[in-house]
């Protein structure tokens, strides 16, 4: 599967971003799917994951309540509304698909096994 990662942009703190990732290629449905951000000088860290129905989400605990992911398996798209954008969430976004049956592990980066190529996401403060 190929992961078209896209909506980011410069925004002033407390507002908002919706990022897309669109995926082409078959079964996008049997992807548990998540994102990931990467800040400069820093490792790349775990944000927002859902299962492949859709039934369950992840989320670190710096953006839970401000941060919202879900999918639409009909139109191969997974979103991440972020809402509340502060400073710190300035960083290099990505998404990514995970084949695995059981979706274990949706935190770790080592569990994904296709990714995006990244969007920028800026909040000013």
């Known amino acids: 599967v190929q992961l078209q990662a896209s909506g980011g942009g410069l925004v002033q703190a407390g507002g908002c971003l919706r990022l897309s990732c669109a995926a082409s290629g078959r079964s996008f449905s049997n992807y548990h799917m998540g994102w990931f951000r990467q800040a400069p000088g820093k490792e790349r860290e775990f944000v927002a994951a859902?299962?492949?129905?859709?039934?369950?989400?992840y989320y670190t605990d710096s953006v839970k309540g401000r941060f919202t992911i879900s999918r639409d398996n009909a139109k191969n798209t997974v979103t991440l509304q972020m809402n509340s954008l502060k400073p710190e969430d300035t960083a290099v976004y990505y998404c990514a698909a995970d084949n695995d049956y059981y979706g274990l592990g949706l935190s770790l980066s080592s569990q994904y096994d296709y990714w995006g190529q990244g969007t920028q996401v800026t909040v000013s403060s």
């Open positions: 859902i299962s492949w129905s859709g039934t369950r989400t």
